[in-house]
């Protein structure tokens, strides 16, 4: 049963475009990741959110800016896509931020950009 | 940071056969150790996880034992069938309140009938 959320399922834009990417999660959980999965199936994480507020912020470019209306969502805009930024993006959740904490994921958004 | 090296590439099988994907992870604090798996066009979703010392931790025919001492978490089946055909990602979890997992590059197992 799906719990975490994520709108749209496909996006294919030019390069230099903004998108914009949202999830939602209804499992009442404090903390949100963005990961970027690409063609290899290589799992990186992007952002951590706990409570609407930004834990990690791994080396991405400035053009990914995540953003927080409350601890059930988070969105994901990139500014000027670049062809590089072709990825399934996935957005997880967890109770908290501790080490035990299994993540939920989303089924991912899949940008291509041409 | 941390670092987990698993096996390689694509293990393919048929179905019947016993299976091990190796994992070994370097962390700087004691760390969770996660399995998840994802099959094709799916999320990937928690197989099964461990933190204790050398106690065998199973699930869905699967079972991995953390071994502090060698820094390994291996995934076992002793019969893969059909469905095990997916993606398997370990994932160590370290770092106190600001945890985070460093995935694997993951190992693509096949079973073939």
């Known amino acids: 049963e799906t719990a975490v959320f994520q709108t749209p399922n496909y996006h294919v834009t030019q390069v230099g475009n903004e998108v914009s990417f949202n999830c939602k999660q209804t499992l009442g959980h404090d903390t949100m990741y963005w990961y970027k999965q690409d063609s290899k199936k290589l799992l990186k994480i992007m952002f951590s959110?706990?409570?609407?507020?930004?834990?990690v912020n791994e080396t991405v470019p400035r053009r990914f800016s995540p953003q927080s209306s409350d601890k059930a969502h988070l969105n994901l805009r990139i500014k000027s896509v670049e062809p590089e930024d072709s990825a399934v993006y996935l957005c997880?959740?967890?109770?908290?931020?501790?080490?035990?904490?299994?993540?939920?994921f989303g089924p991912g958004t899949r940008l291509t950009v041409l | 940071g941390d670092s987990v090296t698993q096996t390689e590439g694509l293990v393919t099988l048929t179905k019947g056969l016993p299976v091990m994907l190796n994992c070994t992870y370097q962390?700087?604090?004691?760390?969770?150790l996660f399995w998840y798996v994802q099959h094709l066009n799916e999320a990937p979703k928690l197989l099964l996880k461990?933190?204790?010392?050398?106690k065998r931790t199973e699930h869905q025919g699967f079972y991995a034992t953390l071994h502090k001492s060698s820094s390994s978490f291996h995934l076992q089946k002793s019969s893969v069938q059909l469905s095990d055909s997916a993606l398997y990602f370990c994932?160590?979890?370290?770092?106190?309140?600001?945890?985070?997992?460093?995935f694997g590059k993951g190992t693509k197992l096949s079973v073939k009938s």
């Open positions: 461990s933190s204790t010392d050398n």
């Open positions: 962390t700087t604090y004691s760390p969770f």
């Open positions: 997880a959740s967890s109770p908290g931020l501790g080490v035990s904490y299994e993540q939920y």
């Open positions: 994932a160590p979890s370290s770092g106190g309140s600001n945890a985070k997992l460093t």
């Open positions: 959110y706990n409570n609407k507020q930004l834990i």
